[in-house]
């Protein structure tokens, strides 16, 4: 049985990783520069997806640093554009809602989150929401997740993870927590071996909770 749900954000509750990826390509492509997407899939896990493949090709820092304040602009707009929904998120947050707590835990930055659920329904069933700058260590590092557990006073037996990304299951690995991974077209070539569920939809949760 468990009490306690951590989600992850991106992928998992809302569909905005390949826009995230789109943005970082548009920024690059303008210093003439094409973001491989294989190499950026692979590079998420280390937090390094877009600006990997800049160094490696020779651009400079402050080139980067510029282009990482424009790679942000566009995606934010297309936050504000694009179609980023996932169908049942909400009705499954409602229902789950009936059985356990829960809560966020994303590497997003505050402003992104924010500029997301401004007319969305999500976060009325969580309890917090931690996000990029709540934490010192970004995932893999198991912080994240610890955070979250501290703050519910949770143990890690009562809690599920819900990723959708290999270095969002290696952070609640290390963390001690289990994870059911939700399948995500963007993120389907990740190692997830160590995870303890594999779903195709958040609706499926309902079952993992009550085990």
Aim: aromatic content about 10%.
């Amino acid at each position: 049985m468990k009490n306690y749900i951590l989600f992850d954000h991106d992928g998992v509750l809302v569909d905005t990783e390949f826009w995230y990826f789109k943005a970082g390509e548009r920024a690059l492509a303008e210093i003439g520069l094409i973001l491989d997407e294989e190499q950026y899939v692979r590079d998420m896990n280390q937090g390094i997806g877009t600006w990997a493949q800049a160094r490696a090709a020779g651009i400079d820092e402050a080139t980067i640093d510029r282009q990482r304040g424009i790679r942000d602009r566009y995606y934010q707009d297309y936050l504000r554009t694009e179609s980023i929904e996932i169908d049942g998120v909400v009705e499954t947050l409602a229902e789950l809602s009936k059985h356990v707590r829960m809560a966020i835990v994303t590497t997003a930055k505050r402003t992104d989150f924010d500029l997301i659920h401004e007319k969305r329904q999500i976060t009325q069933f969580m309890d917090f929401v931690l996000t990029r700058e709540d934490y010192n260590h970004s995932k893999p590092h198991p912080e994240p997740y610890l955070t979250g557990l501290s703050l519910f006073g949770a143990t890690a037996s009562e809690t599920l993870v819900v990723e959708d990304s290999a270095r969002g299951l290696n952070s609640a690995v290390a963390a001690g927590i289990d994870c059911a991974i939700v399948h995500n077209e963007f993120t389907a070539t990740h190692d997830f071996s160590a995870a303890t569920h594999r779903i195709q939809t958040l609706r499926e949760l309902k079952d993992i909770i009550s085990l």
